[in-house]
């Protein structure tokens, strides 16, 4: 933050004055995904928006809220999409989880933008200095194991799960799987690596989604 | 790198000259577990580990030499001790794998050291420029599944998985689960936790070991 002053008016000479919100949100999104928010430096963020500092400071007050500005427009993008797939009532309980599973393997491995979760990616390094950061990735991670649950938790009131079936277990067992996936894309994993994942998973399927606490099924 | 003269000669006064190689390896492991390589300066190496910069300079060359050596010390000190569980002949391959996870679960969640694997939380926000360090991290997270791997097959030699299972397939999918941990133990799950997904893995393990690719069990 500190240093916004000193990169002001580097490298932002001839450029258009029209400020694009959201093309320099998808701009600052892409920078922060790949290299964290630490890694990140308010130069960088001026150099890729192609926005002059005072400009990005007026819009987002600071980095912390250029970064969260980023972070709603990858939860409209990507998060949104893939959630939708947990929405479609024209799938059965087993369909949806698979296309979830299949459309968040896309998601991680797509070429034009950095591999794997952009919560995690860009939670790992965090320094103690940037708790609420922190805080802010841990609590939107959080919201994708809720959304599992809800979408678990329906479908069982449905009949499509068995009753005994604990929804808040089995969405934390999926939702484990996804990060260790986002791992993966992260080191360099294919779309089609992950995809034998989801294969495996789906093969089992019936055995996860059956396991009662009380007595297995 | 090139900070190192700059960093020489601070808080390393009045120090003991003995330089005790394994307690600085010690103390630069925690550095760069909690912080990253790139998070993790020279001047902060010297002031944990009380080596005079041109001591550190002298043993490990540089950051890089440092961090590599760190690394060697993790892998003797805690994957060394969950790769024993592997070869420990007395247990049948359902509670060997059962005994690995929960060792996994307790490293990544004891308090007095960062939470999460090493690999991971240190590999997550390199920049392109630390390509070297980034392989390095790799290939020994990849040593965590052919580890997996090996053992799945000489439990299948011995008769204990079915003959059709796919061990690189079933490694993989464990693999991906135990860096759903480590994501998992970074951002606050504890051991309880960690457990109960463990407990739901062991409860379907049936399927898991008996599911072939070309006749589901």
Same mark, same amino acid.
């Given at each position: 933050m500190t240093a916004i002053t000193e990169t002001a008016? #580097?490298?932002? #000479? @001839? #450029?258009? #004055?029209?400020? &694009?919100r959201d093309d320099a949100l998808d701009k600052a999104l892409m920078l922060f995904w790949a290299h964290g928010y630490e890694g990140t430096s308010l130069s960088d963020l001026v150099s890729a928006t192609g926005a002059k500092a005072p400009t990005l400071y007026a819009e987002f007050e600071n980095k912390e809220g250029l970064f969260r500005a980023a972070m709603q427009r990858y939860i409209e993008t990507f998060s949104a999409q893939r959630n939708a797939v947990l929405n479609d &009532?024209?799938?059965d309980v087993k369909a949806a989880i698979e296309a979830y599973f299949r459309a968040t393997a896309a998601c991680f491995t797509e070429c034009d933008k950095p591999a794997g979760c952009f919560f995690i990616c860009t939670s $790992? +390094? %965090? !320094? $103690?200095? !940037?708790q609420e950061v922190a805080q802010m990735l841990s609590r939107q991670h959080h919201a994708q194991e809720s959304a599992l649950q809800a979408f678990l938790d329906t479908r069982q009131a449905r @009949?499509? %799960?068995? +009753?005994? +079936?604990n929804s808040a277990t089995l969405a934390r067992y999926l939702a484990c799987m996804l990060q260790g996936m986002s791992v993966r894309a992260r080191e360099g994993a294919n779309r089609e690596e992950l995809d034998q994942i989801v294969d495996t998973q789906m093969a089992i399927w019936p055995a996860l989604a059956g396991y009662c606490e009380l007595s297995a099924a």
């Amino acid at each position: 933050m500190t240093a916004i002053t000193e990169t002001a008016n #580097r490298k932002t #000479r @001839g #450029r258009p #004055r029209v400020f &694009d919100r959201d093309d320099a949100l998808d701009k600052a999104l892409m920078l922060f995904w790949a290299h964290g928010y630490e890694g990140t430096s308010l130069s960088d963020l001026v150099s890729a928006t192609g926005a002059k500092a005072p400009t990005l400071y007026a819009e987002f007050e600071n980095k912390e809220g250029l970064f969260r500005a980023a972070m709603q427009r990858y939860i409209e993008t990507f998060s949104a999409q893939r959630n939708a797939v947990l929405n479609d &009532d024209g799938m059965d309980v087993k369909a949806a989880i698979e296309a979830y599973f299949r459309a968040t393997a896309a998601c991680f491995t797509e070429c034009d933008k950095p591999a794997g979760c952009f919560f995690i990616c860009t939670s $790992s +390094a %965090l !320094s $103690s200095e !940037s708790q609420e950061v922190a805080q802010m990735l841990s609590r939107q991670h959080h919201a994708q194991e809720s959304a599992l649950q809800a979408f678990l938790d329906t479908r069982q009131a449905r @009949g499509e %799960l068995p +009753a005994c +079936a604990n929804s808040a277990t089995l969405a934390r067992y999926l939702a484990c799987m996804l990060q260790g996936m986002s791992v993966r894309a992260r080191e360099g994993a294919n779309r089609e690596e992950l995809d034998q994942i989801v294969d495996t998973q789906m093969a089992i399927w019936p055995a996860l989604a059956g396991y009662c606490e009380l007595s297995a099924a």
